[in-house]
């Protein structure tokens, strides 16, 4: 922003100077004088609101069950016991080149957009036969309608959910260049999708923009953005995004994290405190090998996320005790 303002000085400056050397028009000074402090006064209301989205983070040197006997929330906490199989299941799966999805860990409320109107909210269908995860959809629909409020509104879906014969197809027509194998794809999983624009390509459209700047907010993240390809292996999309959900997509926007990185850093961290925008979210870390116990609160509502490698996130959310889930 300061250059801009650096613009409107210098535009001021001169035509100032040009009104009273030329032609001593204070009309023109005085409306000048004018916009210049409607817009000094729209970047202070700008700067207000984008203060007010906060990120802050405690980490502590203990793991969980340290953690909540320490802050005295033990008597709050019960045991669960947590399976292999709870390690690919979940909303924070890694999936990449070394870690594929597995055909039992796809989303299991998988529809076709075309069907379900009320999940086309504020956004086009590039065809008839997108699919999406039926909660995704309901997530993204939320996120562009903010968008159409502040004028941005060119938002199409052009895929979304791919079953791993559809990938197996695409990886044999488009070759390894262009395309993944069966399984190898976050399309796979039911998590991600790629959103273009009518307008022009997504990395100079303003719909791409917007969701480079403000999908954390709604729990998307831009899976594999343009300074990150070599810990991604993939070459920058501005059209694909991922759900991982809040406050991990606020966290990892905040320390320019990808997926990758966000996974070493919560094995390496095992606990974290966050507070996004005034509430507070605490994760846990668990390794899992076989059956393994874990500690959970009883009066809060929390997640339970595999990471696809080795390992379990609990994720506790603010407020009262809600339905519990095993993402």
Do not use: C
């Not at 990808?258 to 846990?284: A, H, P, Q, R």
């Amino acid at each position: 922003m300061v250059p801009f303002k650096g613009k409107i000085l210098e535009i001021f400056h001169t035509s100032n100077y040009i009104v009273k050397e030329e032609t001593e028009n204070e009309e023109v000074v005085f409306l000048l004088l004018l916009l210049f402090l409607i817009y000094l006064g729209y970047d202070y209301v700008n700067e207000a609101l984008f203060s007010q989205e906060k990120v802050e983070f405690q980490n502590y040197d203990q793991n969980p069950k340290e953690h909540l006997e320490n802050s005295g929330t033990s008597e709050n906490t019960q045991e669960k016991t947590i399976t292999e199989e709870q390690v690919y299941q979940g909303n924070l799966l890694l999936i990449n080149s070394k870690y594929p999805v597995r055909q039992e860990s796809v989303k299991s409320d998988i529809v076709n957009l075309s069907k379900h109107d009320e999940l086309i909210n504020g956004y086009g269908l590039l065809d008839s036969n997108i699919y999406m995860s039926k909660e995704i959809a309901q997530k993204f629909s939320e996120m562009v309608n903010d968008a159409v409020k502040g004028g941005v509104s060119h938002f199409i879906i052009n895929s979304g959910y791919r079953d791993f014969d559809e990938q197996s197809v695409l990886y044999q027509e488009m070759g390894a260049e262009y395309a993944l194998p069966a399984g190898y794809s976050e399309h796979n999983s039911g998590l991600s999708l790629d959103v273009g624009s009518s307008l022009t390509k997504m990395e100079r459209a303003p719909e791409g923009k917007w969701i480079e700047e403000n999908a954390w907010k709604y729990g998307f993240i831009l899976r594999y953005p343009e300074d990150k390809t070599e810990l991604t292996g993939i070459q920058y999309e501005p059209w694909h995004i991922r759900y991982v959900g809040l406050p991990h997509s606020a966290i990892m926007k905040e320390k320019n994290f990808v997926l990758e990185e966000y996974m070493d850093y919560l094995k390496e961290e095992k606990t974290i405190s966050v507070s996004v925008n005034g509430e507070k979210y605490e994760i846990f870390y668990y390794p899992v090998t076989k059956n393994t116990t874990i500690h959970v609160p009883t009066n809060l509502r929390y997640e339970i996320s595999g990471n696809n490698i080795d390992g379990v996130i609990v994720t506790v959310f603010p407020g009262s005790t809600h339905t519990n889930s095993r993402r």
